[in-house]
């Protein structure tokens, strides 16, 4: 139980694009998505939060007209990567959690994001 | 910065060694978790620790909680070359609603 999934596992774009990724939750609901980054040898740095059917909450630092986060079922939440440019390459993880799940988040296996 | 320490930064070791890495965090927490990740990987949950429990076994894996030190370790006993990876901690408060990562340990364990 508690499966996290995303979509896709890797892309590659060209810079300007927009690029859509997905975060499902596959046998629960989540009430609350979280959106992560990661560097290449660093850790994970929290990029925003989102709870299904409200505005996403950024951390400091966080574009959110770059990065647009929508929550907009139980089970699904996208983080779109606006006119893409190489510095935004990284990885990119989301978690999840369902009300009264103990305060444990479920990670997803991570979406590789290289832009050229 | 949101972060919070892990150290070593990266270990070494010989199969059949343990391995402990550090961890400490900045404010009170409600619980902190341990996480595996492998090269390009996602995050594989290892062990949780609440805030009232102060040390807590799976397996090879032994983690402490020191609360009044606002810090945590990760033991991991007759290591394994298929125990090299990153391992990372994961602070979580209550109110925040969001899990604040350390920096990370990489562990190599040479065959």
């Known amino acids: 139980g508690a499966v996290v999934s995303q979509h896709p596992s890797w892309v590659i774009c060209k810079s300007g694009t927009s690029v859509k990724i997905e975060c499902r939750s596959l046998?629960?609901?989540?009430?609350?998505m979280f959106w992560y980054r990661q560097f290449p040898k660093q850790s994970l740095m929290l990029m925003a939060t989102?709870?299904?059917?409200?505005?996403?909450?950024?951390e400091q630092g966080v574009e959110k007209d770059k990065f647009l986060i929508n929550h907009a079922s139980l089970t699904l939440s996208t983080l779109t990567v606006t006119s893409a440019h190489p510095e935004d390459s990284s990885f990119y993880i989301c978690?999840?959690?369902?009300?009264?799940?103990?305060?444990?988040?479920?990670f997803g296996p991570g979406t590789r994001l290289t832009v050229l | 910065s949101q972060q919070g320490e892990e150290d070593p930064q990266a270990l070494s070791i010989q199969e059949g060694e343990n391995a402990t890495m550090n961890c400490s965090y900045k404010?009170?927490?409600?619980?902190l978790q341990w996480y595996r990740q492998n090269s390009g990987r996602g995050l594989v949950h290892l062990i949780l620790?609440?805030?009232?429990?102060r040390e807590k076994h799976s397996g090879r894996l032994r983690v402490t909680l020191d609360t009044s030190k606002k810090s945590s370790s990760l033991l991991i006993t007759a290591s394994r070359a298929a125990d090299t990876a990153s391992y990372f901690c994961?602070?979580?408060?209550?109110?925040?609603?969001?899990?604040?990562f350390g920096t990370g340990t990489r562990l190599k364990v040479l065959a």
């Open positions: 620790i609440r805030s009232n429990e």
């Open positions: 404010t009170s927490i409600n619980n």
């Open positions: 989102s709870n299904e059917g409200s505005k996403a909450t950024y």
């Open positions: 046998d629960f609901q989540a009430t609350t």
């Open positions: 994961a602070s979580y408060t209550s109110g925040t609603y969001k899990y604040i």
């Open positions: 978690s999840a959690r369902w009300q009264g799940a103990n305060n444990e988040q479920f």
